[in-house]
């Protein structure tokens, strides 16, 4: 069974900058095609960026050229960098990785872990 922790959230005025890691336990656990997600109140969970264990890297455009995703492959942990910051981006941000999506039903990998809280203040 895999773990994932999120940390690193907080409350930051706009234009700010957090770093946030996703650690995961567990022997099955790959890094390959990780993914940064989040949840705004009353708002679906959306995609935010990927990772291969390679290093390629996918972002959604909201984030693109604000925020950088990485890895270490030995510690099991992926990061986010996030900078300049906007009120907009205020979400609970939790890690996990997207298998398939049947019937309009996405399937992860792992139970999704407790998230961390970002708050961007204007």
């Known amino acids: 069974q895999v773990r994932l922790v999120e940390s690193g959230g907080g409350w930051v005025l706009a234009g700010g900058s957090l770093r946030l890691s996703c650690a995961a336990s567990?022997?099955?656990?790959?890094?390959?095609?990780m993914g940064w997600y989040r949840q705004a109140p009353g708002k679906q969970r959306e995609l935010v960026a990927t990772i291969t264990s390679g290093g390629t890297t996918t972002y959604a455009d909201s984030v693109k050229g604000r925020f950088t995703i990485s890895r270490d492959n030995a510690k099991n942990t992926v990061y986010l960098q996030m900078n300049s910051l906007k009120p907009e981006d205020t979400a609970v941000y939790y890690c996990n990785k997207l298998i398939t999506v049947v019937g309009g039903t996405a399937r992860y990998a792992y139970n999704w872990g407790q998230g961390t809280q970002v708050t961007v203040s204007s």
């Open positions: 567990g022997s099955i656990f790959s890094i390959n095609g």
